[in-house]
């Protein structure tokens, strides 16, 4: 018998909220350090990118472990396990007395965050069925979307008050709260009937899931865009206030902006995926294809309007795209919610840090990187536009 997808309940609301918190707060909150922390450690800021570029290297790879640990032993296990390394690492890098010591912690944080991150998705698998998934994650992408609004002011706030260390020690303290509320708060959700089989490191459990052309076709969907979000997260500060001369105060107003319609598009959308999950991808994709033509149009331009005018636009693909594709991704596998989350996780994390770190050598600039990016989705819409695309995302399912 097929299970009711369930109704939203605020306190499961509440844990999936923090759950998939945790990865965003650590990569944006210490953004406005950058400078501080490389003068400190006597590197680059291109050298402090990579601690952003590594924490998203194990977000994604230790999800391929977390995934199959959550269909074993249980959500809430794995979570409890997670959010206590984030804490633990956190702290390490609080009292990082060298910039490699702080790369092994941010290795750490990551591995702590890719099981909260892999819990959340199975949890919205079970909980709330094929159906209303991509509805449930478009709802969560727009709750993600306040940390770059936040997190930012925040970082900068606690770097210029007490040091930039204190964000790695407010880490230490939200993850804390969280631990207590996860501990307390949070009820198993695993399916009764889930299965597991083989080895934790067999990663061979990943072969029928990848054989899958709906699960292939719209993770790698999720690969790409994410993509382009990492590199304007990571690279649009730098551009804004190193190259166009901008301030903090500019920088902070583009990302508020950016992140407030985001915030109004993924709590929009998912009313317009639920009625047609198919149209609402392929309108996503346009758009963000669109964007990244316009990116290219304006790329001459040396103003942050210019480099963000495509970005705010594409706020609505992002939207209309991750939630839809997610959610379809995740729609084979009720029984192995947590293997398949790991796997779209990673190629989402792990998949889209590769493809920046490779695509940096290009020697682009920000806007002509960023729209490069978008562009890379250009032959899956044509893919996604096709007969075939009705086969690789079906319209009803």
Same mark, same amino acid.
């Given at each position: 018998?097929?299970?009711?997808?369930?109704?939203?309940?605020?306190?499961?609301?509440?844990?999936?909220?923090?759950?998939?918190?945790?990865?965003?707060?650590?990569?944006?909150?210490?953004?406005?350090?950058?400078? *501080?922390?490389?003068?400190?450690?006597?590197?680059?800021?291109?050298?402090?990118?990579?601690?952003?570029? %590594?924490?998203?290297? *194990?977000?994604?790879?230790?999800?391929?472990?977390?995934?199959?640990?959550?269909?074993?032993?249980?959500?809430?296990?794995?979570?409890? /396990?997670?959010?206590?390394?984030?804490? @633990?690492?956190?702290?390490?890098?609080?009292?990082?007395?060298?910039?490699?010591?702080?790369?092994?912690?941010?290795?750490?944080?990551?591995?702590?965050?890719? $099981?909260?991150? !892999?819990?959340?998705?199975?949890?919205?698998?079970? +909980?709330? @069925?094929?159906?209303?998934?991509?509805?449930?994650?478009?709802?969560?992408?727009?709750?993600?979307?306040?940390?770059?609004?936040?997190?930012?002011?925040?970082? #900068?706030?606690?770097?210029?008050?007490?040091?930039?260390?204190?964000?790695?020690?407010?880490?230490?303290?939200?993850?804390? !709260?969280?631990?207590?509320?996860?501990?307390?708060?949070?009820?198993?959700?695993?399916?009764?009937? &889930?299965?597991?089989?083989?080895?934790?490191?067999?990663?061979?459990?990943?072969?029928?899931?990848? +054989?899958?052309?709906?699960?292939?076709?719209?993770?790698?969907?999720?690969?790409?865009?994410? =993509?382009?979000?990492?590199?304007? !997260?990571?690279? #649009?500060? @730098?551009? %804004?206030?190193?190259?166009?001369?901008? *301030?903090?105060?500019?920088?902070?107003?583009?990302?508020?902006?950016?992140?407030?319609?985001?915030?109004?598009?993924?709590?929009?959308?998912?009313?317009?995926? +639920?009625?047609?999950?198919?149209?609402?991808?392929?309108?996503?994709?346009?758009?963000? !294809?669109?964007?990244? /033509?316009?990116?290219?149009?304006?790329?001459?331009?040396? =103003?942050?309007?210019?480099?963000?005018?495509?970005?705010?636009?594409?706020?609505?693909?992002?939207?209309? =795209?991750?939630? &839809?594709?997610?959610?379809? $991704?995740?729609?084979?596998?009720?029984?192995?919610?947590?293997?398949? =989350? #790991?796997?779209?996780?990673?190629?989402?994390?792990?998949?889209?840090?590769?493809?920046?770190?490779?695509?940096?050598?290009? @020697?682009?600039?920000?806007?002509?990187?960023?729209?490069?990016?978008?562009?890379?989705?250009?032959?899956?819409?044509?893919?996604?536009?096709?007969?075939?695309?009705?086969?690789?995302?079906?319209?009803?399912?």
């Amino acid at each position: 018998m097929q299970t009711q997808p369930a109704k939203p309940n605020l306190i499961l609301l509440l844990i999936l909220a923090l759950l998939v918190i945790f990865c965003p707060m650590a990569i944006d909150i210490y953004l406005p350090a950058f400078p *501080t922390i490389a003068e400190q450690f006597n590197v680059t800021e291109q050298q402090v990118q990579q601690t952003v570029a %590594i924490f998203m290297l *194990t977000v994604g790879l230790g999800q391929l472990i977390a995934g199959p640990l959550a269909d074993k032993f249980g959500r809430k296990p794995v979570a409890v /396990v997670g959010v206590s390394l984030y804490a @633990g690492s956190a702290l390490l890098a609080y009292f990082a007395p060298s910039f490699e010591v702080l790369m092994i912690a941010r290795a750490l944080q990551g591995l702590g965050a890719c $099981a909260t991150f !892999v819990v959340a998705f199975a949890i919205v698998r079970d +909980k709330y @069925g094929a159906q209303r998934s991509g509805q449930m994650i478009t709802y969560l992408n727009g709750i993600v979307c306040f940390i770059p609004a936040l997190a930012p002011i925040l970082g #900068a706030w606690l770097t210029v008050q007490f040091g930039w260390r204190m964000n790695f020690l407010f880490l230490t303290g939200f993850a804390l !709260v969280g631990l207590v509320i996860t501990l307390f708060l949070f009820r198993e959700t695993r399916p009764a009937d &889930s299965h597991y089989q083989g080895h934790i490191l067999d990663l061979r459990r990943f072969t029928p899931i990848l +054989k899958t052309p709906i699960f292939l076709f719209n993770s790698l969907l999720c690969m790409v865009a994410m =993509s382009a979000i990492l590199v304007y !997260v990571t690279l #649009a500060p @730098g551009w %804004i206030i190193t190259h166009l001369g901008g *301030t903090v105060a500019d920088f902070t107003f583009w990302f508020t902006l950016n992140a407030v319609l985001s915030i109004v598009a993924s709590f929009i959308t998912p009313i317009y995926i +639920k009625r047609n999950s198919q149209k609402a991808l392929r309108v996503g994709v346009s758009i963000l !294809v669109f964007s990244g /033509v316009l990116m290219l149009a304006l790329s001459h331009i040396q =103003s942050a309007l210019a480099l963000m005018l495509p970005i705010l636009i594409a706020a609505l693909g992002f939207a209309l =795209s991750l939630g &839809s594709a997610a959610g379809m $991704a995740l729609s084979r596998f009720p029984k192995q919610a947590g293997t398949a =989350s #790991a796997l779209i996780g990673a190629m989402q994390m792990s998949g889209a840090s590769v493809l920046v770190f490779l695509t940096q050598y290009l @020697g682009l600039s920000t806007p002509w990187l960023i729209a490069f990016h978008l562009l890379i989705l250009a032959p899956l819409w044509l893919i996604l536009m096709s007969k075939k695309g009705h086969i690789l995302h079906p319209a009803n399912s």
